[in-house]
């Protein structure tokens, strides 16, 4: 099996697709647009071609995304809301020749030849499938090249771990610049599940909403969105009983959330799901029992490796830990990256090499059972997660130190377990210049994605300092959240 027949057997047997207002796409048209596409892509394009991707999320996305796996056309997905000069940032370090935007697919449509194009592209599993972008932490986003070989194996693994059919239907809550809607494109083609795209937008009365009128049965999505849903002033005025299958991932899965599960969704097949995008969407998960079975030391287990992956937790010499001990997670195995797109550099620092094998460095702290599940307690660096996106502080940081009028910023997150997480930037600013919040506001959104962009910006004239004379983060946040009565 690879992944062109995968596609090719999908295309025979096209499940129920349907938009975000729930209107049927009809296989007549999928099928005419994808060949058109298909056709356009492999008469203008030459082997080693990149092509960029940026649409709203809908099923020109995913097609879109399909035509390039058949093909063996890297692409490089790009989020909606790109203000300029991140798109130039991504196509210098990517080199993606054309973009593909909802303008485009249509003047494709609107004049594209007919007949079998001449050529076809060399399809090999070492060839790059796709270059997702993460954020940095030095202003520069990082391209992380997967393999075709590393999505295969995720699928073969997709298709034997969950019990999902024909006759179950996907809620594509996630953005495809985020590595697990490739989990809900999965399903559609190994499962012939149906799909619908939420428009949800953290609207949880959408949310709802849509699992109650398309009776969805499967959701991949992250354990913000329960957290928010589950609670008792909402649970007895909405039917969540069609949902069979919750895959959850992006970010820890809090104790609480898991105490929410056993409370009000019993029935539900519940997964703590564990992967960066550096390994191709999950490499660890686990279906959890909504026991003690799941939790050690107030933490819920992310499970064991899947398949053909391995994962260690090592000390800082890269000796393994003993069981229940702390340490960093690395991972092994088909699904790591081939490196970062054009950075050697941070592609040697996150990759190691521990007895002949090449491991990914994850910054995640972890431990392990006596059955050799794994838990994850904490972070080595100032990596967070905002709305399932990985977002690096020193990152938004570095962005706001090249404006001229910045003395010094600080950057840190409020992490709820019931509501969406936000980012907060406390600023000093040069004596001299009368800037206001909305000229910084208005300066970051030329540089940065909205999940980056701080909700908050606090300007400051000193920051308090620890015992070692570093900036104390924790002042800083309690001073906020006293300031806001949070």
């Known amino acids: 099996m690879s992944i ?5 057997k999908f295309l025979s047997n096209i499940p129920e697709i349907y938009d975000v207002n729930g209107v049927l796409i009809t296989e007549d048209r999928f099928l005419s647009e994808y060949h058109s596409l298909k056709r356009y892509l492999l008469c203008n394009f030459e082997d080693d071609s990149i092509l960029a991707l940026q649409f709203e999320k809908d099923y020109r996305y995913v097609l879109s995304i399909l035509v390039c796996m058949e093909i063996g056309l890297t692409y490089v997905p790009l989020h909606i809301d790109f203000p300029e000069n991140r798109i130039n940032q991504i196509k210098q370090i990517s080199g993606f020749d054309e973009l593909l935007n909802y303008d485009s697919f249509e003047e494709i449509m609107r004049n594209e ?37 590393s999505y295969l194996n995720f699928l073969y693994w997709l298709d034997s771990y969950f019990d999902v059919n024909e006759n179950d239907t996907i809620l594509n809550t996630t953005e495809f610049t985020f590595d697990v809607s490739l989990v809900d494109i999965g399903l559609l083609i190994v499962k012939q599940a149906k799909m619908i795209f939420s428009g949800f937008q953290d609207d949880l009365f959408r949310l709802v909403s849509e699992i109650e009128s398309y009776k969805i049965t499967t959701i991949a999505t992250v354990p913000n969105n329960f957290s928010m849903i589950l609670v008792d002033e909402l649970i007895d005025r909405i039917d969540l009983s069609s949902l069979k299958y919750a895959l959850i991932a992006g970010s820890k899965f809090p104790l609480s959330l898991h105490e929410k599960f056993n409370k009000y969704l019993k029935g539900l097949q519940v997964y703590n799901c564990f992967g960066p995008t550096e390994f191709t969407i999950y490499c660890l998960a686990k279906k959890l029992n ?15 490796a899947i398949l053909n992956t391995k994962f260690k937790i090592i000390d800082d010499e890269l000796n393994e830990v003993s069981q229940g001990e702390n340490g960093e997670l690395v991972v092994s195995g088909i699904q790591l990256m081939k490196g970062y797109k054009n950075n050697p550099i941070k592609t040697n620092e996150a990759i190691l090499e521990i007895g002949n094998e090449l491991y990914y460095r994850t910054g995640d702290v972890a431990f392990f059972d006596v059955n050799g599940n ?38 840190i997150c409020i992490e709820y377990e019931d509501k969406p997480n936000f980012l907060v930037s406390f600023i000093a600013l040069d004596k001299t210049s009368p800037i206001n919040i909305s000229k910084i506001r208005k300066d970051l959104k030329l540089h940065l994605p909205s999940f980056q962009i701080p909700k908050y910006i606090e300007m400051i004239k000193e920051f308090p300092v620890n015992h070692s004379g570093k900036v104390c983060k924790k ?3 309690n001073e906020f959240l006293k300031k806001y009565g949070l």
């Open 113 to 149: 030849s007919k007949g079998s194009p001449k050529k076809s592209f060399s399809i090999n599993k070492k060839k790059i499938l796709y270059i997702m972008f993460t954020s940095g932490s030095t202003g520069e986003p990082k391209g992380v090249e997967i393999k075709r070989e």
């Open 290 to 304: 909504i026991s003690d079975s799941d939790i050690s030391k107030n933490t819920v287990s992310i499970g064991k």
């Open 4 to 8: 062109e027949s995968i596609i090719d």
């Open 475 to 477: 002042t800083l946040k």
């Open 374 to 411: 794994c838990y994850i307690v904490g972070r080595k660096d100032d990596t967070i997660k905002v709305s399932g996106f990985r977002v690096n502080l020193s990152d938004v940081d570095s962005y706001i130190h090249k404006f001229e009028y910045v003395k010094d910023s600080v950057t």
